[in-house]
């Protein structure tokens, strides 16, 4: 044919530049579904964390270690929300609109968050193996100021390593980008000196290190069921400590239940970012991993009758009450 439509047409990210990248080709309709999904799941990411937060944050009962490392982990949550849109029109248009500079930022902040998120999970693992299989040291070795240090410490440990991943790999070099990229892309390749320890730092060390921990907490947790099990069986006092350890063992299964399904989304799209596959099933499993973030609080919700009952105090906006923030949110009514 002597023409060509508009749909087939060569579109670039930036048509008045040479060297401009080729924008990604996809129906009209495909640009409206990706984009209203995106728009919705930050939408929800935002809302449903920013209920954890205020929770966790306004009522003093939720102030325990465990608690602030779930607020780290909603915080962490909330940001990768925020920037939902603009990983879709990243990924979806294959272009960059906002200038090298905020890309450099960007990609910063994004490996940021996904390493605080899984860093948490670390914290979570090893505050629940430490409350359910050594519940006596427990209140000595985890305390609120303690987890609080871990936390930053963790957040400015991986702000090290990942500034030094980009710089290491070249990616502050200006003269390298435009040789190897087009003008309009935001991406970052690495060197495969570093994918070893990428790997390591990112992926095997943090998942051997949860798994671990948790085969050793539900084995554990296994054993206590079954003492207390047969201490009521045989109609004897179950004592306040044997309750506390089944309260323990609950909370374990639920922070498990989190760390699996933040686990099922981010190894798939680890081992396939290592080898050679389409960009539309790389696409979609980095957007299975943004998803997670808007399931923990869905997790919350089933299992912890604080949440539903601080998310009600909320949204019928009673946490401006005076003293608000020292209501026992435990009592049943």
């Not at 008045?16 to 728009?39: E, M, P, Q, W």
């Not at 879709?88 to 200038?99: E, V």
Request: aromatic share 14%; with cysteine.
């Amino acid at each position: 044919m002597a023409y060509e439509t508009e749909d087939q047409e060569t579109q670039y990210c930036f048509p008045d530049i040479n060297s401009s990248c080729v924008k990604g080709k996809r129906s009209s309709h495909g640009y409206i579904i990706t984009y209203l999904f995106a728009s919705l799941l930050s939408a929800w990411t935002v809302f449903l964390n920013l209920l954890v937060i205020i929770s966790i944050s306004h009522f003093k009962k939720l102030h325990t270690p465990t608690n602030m490392i779930i607020l780290s982990l909603a915080v962490t949550d909330l940001f990768i929300g925020l920037i939902m849109p603009i990983e879709a029109i990243r990924l979806t248009d294959k272009c960059w609109y906002f200038g090298d500079t905020f890309c450099g930022l960007y990609l910063l902040f994004v490996a940021l968050l996904l390493a605080a998120s899984l860093s948490n999970l670390v914290l979570i693992a090893v505050d629940r193996y430490v409350a359910v299989c050594h519940p006596l040291l427990y209140p000595q070795k985890i305390t609120i100021t303690k987890t609080l240090m871990s936390i930053c410490l963790s957040w400015v440990c991986f702000s090290v390593y990942i500034i030094a991943l980009l710089i290491n790999n070249g990616y502050f070099d200006t003269s390298h980008k435009t040789d190897v990229m087009c003008y309009g892309e935001c991406l970052f390749v690495i060197s495969y000196s570093w994918i070893v320890t990428e790997l390591f730092m990112s992926f095997i060390f943090p998942c051997t290190l949860i798994i671990t921990l948790y085969l050793r907490i539900f084995y554990v947790v296994h054993q206590q069921v079954k003492v207390i099990n047969s201490l009521m069986k045989g109609g004897k006092c179950v004592t306040k400590g044997s309750v506390k350890r089944k309260s323990e063992s609950k909370a374990a299964l639920t922070l498990g239940i989190i760390v699996s399904i933040y686990l099922l989304c981010w190894i798939p799209y680890c081992i396939c970012s290592l080898t050679v596959i389409s960009s539309t099933a790389i696409n979609g499993l980095i957007f299975a991993v943004h998803a997670s973030s808007g399931m923990n609080p869905l997790v919350y919700a089933l299992f912890y009758p604080w949440f539903k009952k601080t998310a009600k105090l909320i949204l019928t906006l009673k946490i401006f009450q005076p003293a608000s923030s020292l209501l026992n949110i435990f009592t049943q009514h």
